[in-house]
């Protein structure tokens, strides 16, 4: 079974209001978690990383503002997409590789597909 | 800097055997991986190469040269469902995937 959970995984917001998204380890901690964002018949792409008890690290291009990480305990990070608009309508996965074999699968969410309307 | 390159589209016959090359130029590098994703889906993963050489998993084989940066996916004995989009993935040495664009693989009968 899958080794990270993420919820919800389909959300449809209005513009304007906030949406968050949660990503767990289960069954192992994890200090570092990863988030990912795709854009439509685009590749998956490294927004940010989280680090539990301290500050993300976002990638170039990402607002720190619009995209709140918090990484509060060892098996949850959580992203929360702020004053939401149509062009952040996107699907969001998060990963948690620590600790897992690498020749096994599910470091990976179930992935957030988000619709702002 | 971080330069993953794969095929952006391919087409082969069910039955067929089919290869997904990969060129890499990462900064830091701490394994490559192949993922399989249907459209509005989590990637699946398919396999992960951190040695030179041959990984065999089924109908699925994925080769890896570190000297070349060059890795290739081969799905044997095609079957329609395996018409997806493959993704090339190489993990730097913190953790993160930088992923290629994808190769969006049909399958025709």
């Known amino acids: 079974g899958a080794v990270v959970s993420q919820h919800p995984s389909r959300v449809i917001c209005k513009s304007g209001t906030s949406v968050k998204i949660e990503c767990r380890s289960l069954d192992f901690q994890a200090t570092t978690m990863f988030w990912y964002r795709q854009f439509p018949k685009k590749s998956l792409m490294l927004m940010a990383t989280s680090n539990e008890g301290s500050k993300a690290t976002y990638e170039q291009g990402v607002e720190k503002d619009k995209f709140l990480i918090n990484h509060a305990s060892l098996t949850l990070s959580t992203l929360t997409v702020t004053s939401a608009h149509p062009e952040d309508s996107s699907f969001y996965i998060c990963s948690a590789p620590e600790g897992v074999i690498r020749n096994t699968e599910a470091f990976f969410g179930q992935g957030t597909r988000l619709t702002v309307v | 800097g971080q330069n993953i390159d794969q095929p952006t589209e391919m087409t082969a016959t069910e039955g067929a055997i089919v290869q997904i090359n990969c060129t890499y130029q990462?900064?830091?590098?701490?394994?490559l991986f192949w993922y399989q994703q249907h459209a509005g889906e989590a990637p699946t993963f398919l396999s992960y190469n951190v040695l030179d050489g041959l990984e065999e998993k089924g109908r699925f084989s994925s080769f890896l040269s570190r000297s070349k940066g060059y890795s290739y996916l081969l799905l044997k004995e095609l079957q329609m469902k395996d018409s997806a989009s493959y993704l090339c993935a190489v993990e730097n040495s913190g953790y993160a995937l930088n992923f290629g664009k994808g190769t969006s693989l049909l399958v025709t009968p």
């Open positions: 990462t900064s830091g590098f701490n394994g």
